[in-house]
C-alpha cells in the first residue's frame, strides 16, 4: 500500500515513469497532512485553562480531522486503483460488435468511477478548511501558524483535486453526468475558499 511507505519511497513512486500514483494521491496526502496538522492544534489546546470554554468544539474537532486524515490516507491507494480501472477497460477485447460496444461502455463507467474519487478527495479537503477555520480564535495562539498552514495545504488539496475532476470529464459523453461533477467541483471550490480566506485574515492579524 503507498500510504503505508517511507516518505522518501513514496516520492520515489510518484517521480517514476508509472502511470499511477500521481496528482490525485497527492491532493489526498496534502489533505491528510492538514487534518493532522489540525488535529495536533487541538491536543496542544485541550486541557489548557485559556481555552477551557471551547473544549467541546476542540475535541470534536479532533475526532473529526483525525477521521478525515485516515480517510484522505485510504484514498491515496484508492487513486491508484479507479486509473488502473481506467486501464483495465482499454484492455478489453474490440474484434466484434459487441466487443467494441461492451469496451466503450466500460471505459465510460471507468471514467465516471475514476472521476468520484477525487471528488470525494476534494471533498474531505473541503471538511478540512471548514474544521480549521471552525477553531479560530478558540485554538493555542502559539500554534496558529500550524493552523494556518493546515487551511493552505488542504486548500491545496482541494483545489488540485477539482483540477483532476475537470480533467477526467473530459472524454465522458454523458452530459448531464459532466454539468453535475461540474457543478459539485464549483460548489466545493466556493465553500472552500471562503473557509481559507477567513481562516488566512485570522492568521496574518496575529503576526
Not at 24 to 31: E, K
Not at 128 to 150: E, Q, S
Request: aromatic share 4%.
Amino acid at each position: 500500500m503507498l500510504a503505508r511507505r517511507s516518505l522518501e519511497e513514496f516520492c520515489k513512486a510518484i517521480a517514476s515513469d508509472g502511470p499511477a500514483p500521481g496528482g490525485r494521491s497527492v491532493a489526498a496526502l496534502s489533505g491528510a497532512l492538514a487534518a493532522s496538522l489540525v488535529a495536533m492544534v487541538c491536543r496542544l489546546s485541550i486541557g489548557c485553562s485559556e481555552y477551557q470554554q471551547f473544549a467541546n468544539t476542540l475535541t470534536d474537532t479532533l475526532e473529526k480531522t483525525e477521521g478525515l486524515s485516515v480517510s484522505l490516507l485510504r484514498r491515496i491507494d484508492l487513486d491508484a486503483e479507479a486509473f488502473n480501472g481506467v486501464l483495465a477497460a482499454f484492455k478489453m477485447p474490440q474484434q466484434t460488435d459487441d466487443e467494441k460496444q461492451i469496451r466503450a461502455a466500460e471505459i465510460q463507467r471507468a471514467r465516471k468511477e475514476a472521476v468520484q474519487l477525487p471528488l470525494m478527495i476534494a471533498r474531505e479537503c473541503r471538511d478540512v478548511v471548514f474544521f480549521a477555520n471552525k477553531i479560530v480564535g478558540k485554538a493555542n495562539a502559539n500554534v496558529i501558524g500550524d493552523l494556518g498552514v493546515a487551511g493552505q495545504q488542504a486548500l491545496a488539496g482541494l483545489e488540485s483535486a477539482i483540477m483532476s475532476v475537470q480533467v477526467n470529464l473530459v472524454p465522458i459523453k454523458d452530459e448531464t453526468y459532466k454539468r453535475e461533477m461540474t457543478d459539485r467541483g464549483i460548489k466545493l471550490l466556493a465553500e472552500g475558499r471562503k473557509f481559507q480566506h477567513a481562516l488566512y485574515k485570522h492568521v496574518v492579524a496575529q503576526l
